[in-house]
């Protein structure tokens, strides 16, 4: 097969396996029973004042993980731990990353080191059943309200406020309700590959997974997508990939009963480089066997639980006029990875007004594994203002805001950009100008970040041309054809 087929082959071939339905799905061996796994005499299972059953991954799965030299510390609620990393001097400004499903704080494992040495306060939560939280071992312990509520309580128990926010994928749904609903907590919000819907109540969104304690043998839907990601996107023009939302029903149902699923193989498959063979090994390391893994088995499910819950929460971002950022992963496939989504933050937030919004090349879903030392950089850069010539907390509309016209300066002068993308196999240029706009005085494009202008559009390269002279045709002397 030619090779420029084969790895789109793979991928449509992927899809198809994700849209078959439950009662289609092979299963190895025949007997599900005989493949499902019940807690052994050697997990030690504990057991809150309340009833809730639980385990701990033991201390020993965490010894020794590329990258993370981090010490864990504890929250008690509700009988259970809830557990966090803690980096940074401890009266520094306080940055709060949440996570996402099926990962845990080890993807902030880039991150964490630059903003602790900008002397930020950065605290990186294991959501409830992940990381080095404990873990209910009945999927009904997991609530979508429940996540949000320890959050809440998390927040207090540590004292936190003018919390500088960071959320990705399911930590976007729990981070900005709460955040919503307590704006006067947060002095800054940044989103990457996430949202916040808001679903009418009553609304089955998904159908349910049936039978969830069953294990069966679904082939991994993963396995042929290469290490490697190739392209879903052209710009915000999706190429390859799902065309709607229904295929999260097959994630649910696969999540949830597959034997084969495991949290490295969702991570390595959405993300844009390959993972070494010692970073998957973190991400699998909170769960030793099954017993461990109802909390990343159940939070696709709970999708169903969302309407009616969020109303409040968007109406509290739509009135938050603090900072606001969206860093967005330019190649995720899934419903997360439009420039639709991401926009509708920028046009419903108004802090978002202003600010260096970015979509970032060779980044996947999971953008802080594939970027995070990138994405951290800009958060500092944020957090300090330095971005379209404001201060923090300042609103600024747009680059003429910064750049407005000066009587002393030639009227004709203007500033103008080249951006230069390859397209559909060819190499192509925008060429975009200040005409009418500003007059390009002295000093206005040192305030411009070039390279959030660049990562924001996409493009390949940027060049300034300029500032320029506009001369009409009659003042120009044209040379003789």
């Not at 009553?202 to 969830?212: A, C, L, M, N």
């Not at 998957?280 to 990343?296: C, Q, V």
């Not at 060049?463 to 040379?479: F, T, V």
Request: charge should be negative; include cysteine; hydrophobic fraction near 35%.
């Amino acid at each position: 097969m030619n090779r420029n087929l084969l790895f789109p082959t793979l991928i449509l071939l992927t899809l198809l396996a994700m849209s078959c339905k439950d009662e289609d799905l092979p299963i190895e061996p025949e007997n599900p029973e005989e493949v499902e796994e019940v807690p052994s005499s050697t997990v030690d299972t504990l057991i809150t004042s309340s009833g809730v059953q639980f385990v701990r991954t033991p201390d020993s799965q965490f010894e020794n993980l590329s990258d993370w030299p981090y010490p864990y510390q504890y929250v008690e609620i509700d009988g259970l731990r809830q557990a966090y990393a803690e980096s940074g001097p401890a009266d520094g400004d306080v940055v709060l990353l949440l996570h996402g499903q099926p990962s845990w704080s080890y993807l902030y494992r880039k991150m964490i080191p630059v903003l602790a040495d900008a002397g930020y306060r950065v605290i990186a939560m294991d959501h409830l059943g992940m990381g080095r939280s404990d873990k209910p071992i009945d999927i009904a312990a997991y609530s979508y309200l429940g996540h949000n509520d320890r959050l809440e309580q998390f927040i207090i128990e540590l004292g936190l406020s003018d919390i500088n926010l960071f959320v990705q994928d399911w930590g976007s749904l729990i981070g900005l309700r709460v955040a919503g609903l307590n704006p006067d907590g947060f002095a800054t919000i940044s989103v990457g590959n996430g949202m916040l819907p808001v679903i009418p109540a009553g609304t089955e969104v998904f159908p349910t997974v049936q039978d969830p304690d069953s294990v069966i043998g679904i082939p991994s839907i993963y396995a042929a997508i290469p290490a490697q990601q190739i392209p879903f996107y052209d710009g915000c023009t999706r190429i390859l990939g799902p065309e709607d939302e229904s295929f999260f029903g097959d994630w649910m149902t696969y999540a949830m009963k597959s034997s084969s699923f495991h949290a490295s193989e969702t991570v390595e498959a959405m993300t844009w480089f390959d993972l070494p063979d010692a970073v998957e090994a973190a991400y699998d390391a909170p769960f030793p066997s099954r017993t461990y893994m109802a909390g990343i088995r159940t939070f696709p499910s709970l999708i169903n639980e969302v309407p009616g819950t969020t109303q409040d929460a968007w109406v509290g971002l739509q009135n938050y006029q603090k900072p606001f950022l969206t860093i967005w992963a330019n190649n995720d496939p899934g419903n997360l990875g439009s420039c639709e989504l991401q926009q509708s933050f920028i046009d419903n937030v108004p802090g978002a007004a202003g600010k260096p919004h970015a979509r970032l090349p060779e980044a996947s879903h999971f953008l802080q594994d594939d970027q995070g030392e990138e994405i951290a950089r800009r958060l500092v850069e944020f957090y300090r203002g330095n971005y379209m010539g404001g201060n923090f907390g300042e609103e600024v509309d747009s680059v003429e805001e910064t750049c407005e016209s000066d009587p002393n300066e030639d009227p004709r002068q203007y500033c103008e950009f080249l951006l230069a993308y390859q397209r559909n196999g060819a190499l192509t240029a925008e060429v975009w100008g200040t005409q009418g706009l500003s007059n390009c005085p002295s000093g206005c494009l040192d305030e411009v970040d070039l390279d959030a202008v660049q990562s924001e559009n996409g493009a390949l390269v940027i060049s300034l041309n300029g500032p320029r002279i506009w001369l009409p045709m009659g003042d120009a002397e044209l040379p003789e054809l």
